[in-house]
């Protein structure tokens, strides 16, 4: 049986991703043929590979793990927070749960936003999920209404625009 190591390293490896070249996994004594054939894994000698480069597992983590994401763009960032500000203020201005707290459920949100713009969005792959988590909390802390329905809208909104338009902005 295969050491619980070499399983939670082949498993942590992203096997679609374009950069990676090739990983080593060591042969399990008593392998499931459907994790062969699911991973397309071919023999060779005492290792099974995904190609026929032999490359230690344990490098291609400590290499993602040294990435660095490049540093926010505080432009970048008070121009993503005001398209941010736009769309929350449309959308949850057409919602009754806000009541008259609109503007101040958008002012958390924004103050939030920018705040995780400024300071930790760094390009595609960096959007975080814990500043909408910190939306809704604060708006129930404040005892405000809609936190959840505000966060939900915040979240779709970053999903669908914030790494896109960063590769905009960058020309990529």
Known sequence: MASASSLIISSIIPLSSSSLKSVSIPILRHHNNSYSKRFNLHKSSSRRTLNPSHRNPKTLIVKAAEYKFPNPI??????????????????????????????????????????????????????????????????????????????????????DHVDNDWKEWNGN
């Open 74 to 159: 505080p432009e970048f960032a008070e121009a993503e927070t005001e398209k941010f500000r736009d769309h929350l203020i449309e959308k949850l201005s057409k919602k009754d749960v806000f009541e008259d707290s609109v503007d101040e459920v958008v002012e958390i949100c924004t103050e939030i936003f920018s705040k995780f713009m400024n300071e930790e969005y760094g390009g595609p792959g960096t959007l975080l999920v814990d500043p909408f988590w910190e939306m809704a909390d604060t708006i129930n802390e404040s005892e405000l209404p809609g936190g959840p329905q505000a966060a939900r809208a915040a979240v779709k909104w970053a999903q």
